[in-house]
């Protein structure tokens, strides 16, 4: 019987709190690189990725150039297992605009694509037990399969209703998704997938962040931190890793610029804007707005290393002498770049 009041047990340390407010204030430095020219070709970099990291994981050995290839529709020689469920993610991965974070019948939509043809029960919750072993034998049993539909119900409803911070949320979540292991297989990339999806509900970017590739680079100590929380009875270990995980993500790939013919300087803590050192102000605000057009003052500022009011005072002559004009409302509107 499923328990609507239900909340997963958690501690929130010190060490969270600060993460949650790190992370935040690197966001929106992430999210203006990813309106820098080359978006496209880097958010399809992280796909690949995302998609490789995910899969190699669990066992799928298909290289980078393979899956991009696949993505590419290219022929590639191996496994027909391991070609199906990179086409799989890969579908699953479209679906990321149309899948509600908050709705249970949107994870099992997910686990059909991502599983099909790989379980006879692809949508549906696991029937029979499942444990989790490592080189030392069973770690983890999971709860009875009876258990698996209120516990997932009770999960969502406290998804839904708790005021923690989604970054929180989504580490909790991740945590109780694998510890419940609802799914006969894909329990993993799942539980990985659905973390990003809660993210996106925080902010966009998330969706093209590699938080899955982070994981991969740190598998041990991933396993290491579910099993820690689950000696503690509480996911305190795996909320501190996976935002530690999440911050050092975020600031490795700020200025992650894939090169195309020129010179890209990087400006205060890896932020690209394709600018020569020594430039004036004007050029460097200039060559900026090109590159982020919806980047705010304040977040020109800070990336640049100028003040706030040199900023706001250049802008002021770079529109009057009719360098840069801005197309709609301050908030929500984005400056367009007349000349260099």
Request: aromatic share 8%.
């Amino acid at each position: 019987m499923s328990n609507s009041n239900y909340t997963p047990p958690f501690a929130v340390t010190a060490e969270s709190i600060s993460l949650v407010a790190e992370i935040s204030a690197q966001m929106e430095r992430y999210a203006i690189r990813m309106e820098q020219e080359d978006r496209l070709r880097l958010r399809k970099a992280n796909r690949i990725k995302t998609i490789h990291s995910s899969l190699a994981i669990e066992g799928n050995t298909l290289s980078e150039d393979e899956v991009r290839d696949i993505i590419d529709g290219k022929n590639v020689v191996a496994p027909l297992r391991q070609i199906q469920e990179v086409k799989n993610a890969i579908k699953t991965y479209e679906m990321f605009p149309t899948l509600d974070a908050f709705n249970e019948k949107d994870l099992l939509r997910a686990h059909k694509v991502m599983m099909q043809a790989l379980v006879e029960d692809a949508g549906r919750y696991r029937r029979g037990g499942v444990g989790v072993f490592g080189n030392s034998g069973l770690v983890h049993l999971a709860p009875p399969p009876d258990q698996v539909p209120p516990l997932m119900a009770d999960l969502f409803a406290w998804l839904r209703r708790s005021k923690d911070h989604l970054l929180i949320r989504s580490c909790v979540f991740h945590y109780e998704f694998e510890f419940i292991h609802p799914f006969i297989d894909g329990n993993g990339r799942m539980g990985r997938l659905w973390q990003s999806l809660i993210l996106t509900k925080l902010h966009p970017l998330f969706a093209h962040l590699p938080v899955e590739n982070m994981v991969y680079a740190n598998q041990q100590q991933y396993y290491d931190a579910i099993t820690m929380s689950t000696n503690a009875g509480e996911s305190g270990p795996f909320i501190e890793f996976m935002l530690r995980e999440i911050h050092k993500t975020l600031k490795a790939h700020q200025g992650a610029a894939l090169t195309n013919g020129g010179e890209n300087v990087g400006i205060n803590d890896g932020i690209n804007v394709g600018i020569n050192v020594g430039t004036s102000a004007e050029k460097r605000i200039l060559t900026f707005m090109a590159n982020a057009p919806a980047a705010t003052a304040v977040q020109i500022a800070e990336a640049l290393g100028l003040s706030s009011r040199q900023v706001e005072r250049i802008i002021a002559s770079l529109k009057q002498n009719g360098l840069i004009r801005r197309i709609g409302p301050n908030k929500g509107g984005h400056w367009e770049v007349i000349s260099i």
